[in-house]
């Protein structure tokens, strides 16, 4: 089983950037595709972003396009998520997972096999 571990959350203000991080180990990260999702207080978990095994296919939660961008290393065994022109509603925990299964990228939670702890993102208005 894999194990995730995110990183590079933060408060920013709006308008700014911030780029998260979610570190494999125990298993290669290439044999997984990666989504990226988030949770703020007293809603659904959503996606965000995710990346398909090989980093050829991604896909984006409506409200994050041409503003966010999902990218991997598997020599580094990361899945990276570049997060531009945050607003406050993006402020949530924000959570990577792995779905070992799919060749393609699946945007619901419940498809996902193993989970990070999440890294909170907060912007300011």
């Known amino acids: 089983q894999v194990q995730l571990v995110e990183s590079g959350g933060g408060l920013v203000q709006a308008g700014g950037s911030l780029r998260l991080s979610c570190v494999a180990s125990?298993?290669?990260?290439?044999?997984?595709?990666v989504g990226w999702f988030r949770q703020a207080p007293g809603k659904e978990r959503e996606f965000v972003a995710g990346i398909s095994r090989s980093g050829g296919k991604t896909n984006y939660g409506d409200s994050m396009k041409g503003r966010f961008t999902i990218s991997r290393d598997n020599a580094k065994n990361t899945v990276y998520l570049q997060m531009n022109g945050l607003k406050p509603e993006d402020t949530a925990v924000y959570y990577c997972a792995a779905d070992g299964r799919s060749l393609q990228v699946v945007t619901t939670r419940f498809w996902y096999d193993a989970w990070g702890q999440g890294t909170q993102v907060t912007v300011s208005s």
């Open positions: 125990g298993r290669t990260v290439s044999t997984y595709a």
